[in-house]
């Protein structure tokens, strides 16, 4: 089982995000959470830290202390799609991110559409003249 600052560090890291803009969205400082994700820190945060660290991760409170990250919990058909594609754990854990409003028995052509419109999306949103 990880520890849970090797699960924040991971996650974070997993996610893209800086130490900075992780403890902004949980509200906590840079420099707290850098002492909390050292190996072998001796941090406990209260359970409000928990959850709010959590939210700000994308994760439930329950993943994030015990080591279970959504990369490695995924539904059935992103799992699929993500080993019959080959997109990066980046990418993954974005649309593991939108697991919890997707039809339970989403198949792996469907996360195909969701991860398709997304990159459609993003390069609208970077390159004005990829508009419709």
Do not use: C
Not at 73 to 81: A, F, K, Q, S, T
Not at 105 to 132: C, K, M, N, V
Request: proline content about 5%; aromatic content about 4%; charged content about 30%.
């Amino acid at each position: 089982m990880k520890t849970l600052n090797e699960t924040v560090r991971r996650r974070r890291q997993l996610l893209g995000l800086s130490l900075a803009e992780t403890g902004r969205r949980a509200r906590i400082s840079k420099a707290y959470l850098h002492r909390l994700e050292r190996p072998g820190s001796e941090i406990r945060p209260s359970i409000d830290v928990v959850r709010r660290l959590a939210e700000a991760l994308g994760l439930d409170p329950v993943e994030l202390v015990s080591g279970a990250l959504p990369g490695r919990i995924l539904p059935v058909g992103l799992r699929e799609y993500a080993e019959a594609s080959g997109i990066g754990e980046r990418d993954v854990a974005a649309l593991a991110a939108l697991a919890p409003f997707a039809d339970e028995e989403a198949r792996a052509a469907d996360w195909g559409f969701a991860y398709e419109a997304l990159q459609r999306s993003i390069l609208r949103a970077t390159d004005p003249q990829h508009g419709d």
